[in-house]
C-alpha cells in the first residue's frame, strides 16, 4: 500500500464536503508552495498530528514531495487554517455522536486547564501553558507561558478574567479557596472537580463538614447527591455544592490501580484517598436546577440515582 492509499483511507474518515469547507473557511487564500487543498492539509497534520515543529515539518514534507515552503510559510497557513481545522473536528465529533452544545444555552461556558511542553532536544526546557477554550466552538479565549516551576507556575483561577454569568469549568488541580473567591468576586459561576484535601468544607453552622460520613449514603453504581456547603477564602466565606456519584466498579479498579502505582512509586496514599477513588466529586456554586426526566440530581441531600 503507498502512501497515497494511506492519505485516501484517512480523507475517506473526513465528514462530507472537506476540502470547500476549507475554501469556504478562508483557509486556502492561495496555494503557493502547496499542490493541492489535500497537499496543505497533510502538511498541517504533520505539524499538529505528529507533534513536529515547523522546520521540521517544513523539510519533511519537501522530502516526501508534499510541498515546498518555508517554516514561516507553514506559520502563516496554519493561523489562516485555524477555523477549517476546528470546523472539521466539530464535524468529526458530531458524526460520532459527540454534542458539542452545552445545556446552559443563556450563559458563556469556559473550560480551564493546563500542559506541559519541550523544547526540541533532550535538554529542550519545559514550559507550563494555562488555557481558556469556549464551548462549544472549542476557540481559545485566553492563555498564559510560565516555567513549571517555582512562584505562579501552578494552575490557578487567578491568572485569568471573568465575566459576569459565564460558567467556568475545570479539574482538581484549581481546587483552592483563593482561586475560587476570584470566580466569584467576577459574579461567574465554577464547576471544579473537588480535590477534598485542598479545599476545607463547612456546614452552615461553620462546622467542618464530614464528607466521608455523607459519602457513606452512596452504595450503588450511579447512586448520587448533592449537599450545600461553605468554604473560607480568608474573611469571605462562599457558599456552594458537593455533588457526588458512585462509579462503577471497573472504574473504580481503574482508580484503585493508579493509587497503587502511586504507592509502587514511593509516594504515600492515605486511607482517605482510597475511600475517595469511588466517586466522582465536583464543587459548584451553580445553583440547584430544575430536574429533567432523564438525567438529573433527585435534590440536594438525596441519594438517588441515575434514571
Not at 485516501?8 to 469547507?21: K, M, N, Y
Not at 500542559?115 to 526546557?125: N, Q
Request: net charge positive.
Amino acid at each position: 500500500m503507498t502512501e497515497l492509499d494511506d492519505w485516501q483511507i484517512l480523507t475517506g474518515l473526513f465528514p462530507f464536503g472537506w476540502r470547500e469547507l476549507g475554501r469556504s473557511s478562508g483557509a486556502v487564500r492561495r496555494l503557493r508552495g502547496f499542490s493541492s487543498l489535500d497537499a496543505l492539509l497533510r502538511t498541517l497534520l504533520l505539524h499538529v498530528g505528529c507533534g513536529l515543529s515547523l522546520r521540521e515539518t517544513a523539510v519533511q514534507a519537501k522530502l516526501a514531495g508534499i510541498a515546498d515552503v518555508s517554516d514561516v510559510t507553514l506559520l502563516n497557513r496554519l493561523r489562516d487554517a485555524e477555523d477549517w481545522l476546528r470546523l472539521l473536528c466539530e464535524q468529526l465529533w458530531k458524526a460520532n455522536g459527540v454534542t458539542l452544545e452545552p445545556d446552559f444555552t443563556t450563559r458563556r461556558v469556559r473550560l480551564l486547564d493546563a500542559t506541559v511542553v519541550c523544547e526540541p532536544g533532550k535538554t529542550g526546557s519545559q514550559w507550563r501553558i494555562h488555557y481558556s477554550l469556549q464551548l462549544p466552538t472549542l476557540e481559545c479565549d485566553q492563555f498564559d507561558l510560565t516555567s513549571t516551576r517555582g512562584a505562579g507556575a501552578a494552575e490557578r483561577f487567578g491568572r485569568f478574567h471573568f465575566q459576569p454569568g459565564e460558567l467556568v469549568l475545570a479539574d482538581a488541580g484549581y481546587c483552592h479557596s483563593n482561586g475560587i473567591a476570584a470566580v466569584v468576586q467576577a459574579r461567574a459561576d465554577l464547576c471544579v472537580r473537588l480535590n477534598p484535601h485542598a479545599l476545607p468544607l463547612f456546614d452552615e453552622q461553620d462546622q467542618p463538614f464530614s464528607l466521608l460520613q455523607h459519602l457513606g449514603e452512596l452504595r450503588q453504581t450511579g447512586d448520587l447527591a448533592g449537599w450545600p456547603i461553605w468554604i473560607h477564602a480568608g474573611q469571605q466565606r462562599i457558599a456552594g455544592r458537593v455533588c457526588a456519584i458512585r462509579k462503577s466498579k471497573e472504574a473504580i479498579g481503574r482508580s484503585q490501580r493508579r493509587l497503587t502505582l502511586k504507592q509502587q512509586a514511593g509516594k504515600s496514599v492515605g486511607a482517605e484517598t482510597w475511600k475517595y477513588a469511588d466517586y466522582v466529586l465536583v464543587f459548584t456554586t451553580l445553583p440547584t436546577w430544575r430536574p429533567t426526566p432523564s438525567r438529573y440530581w433527585k435534590r440536594i441531600g438525596y441519594a438517588g440515582k441515575w434514571s
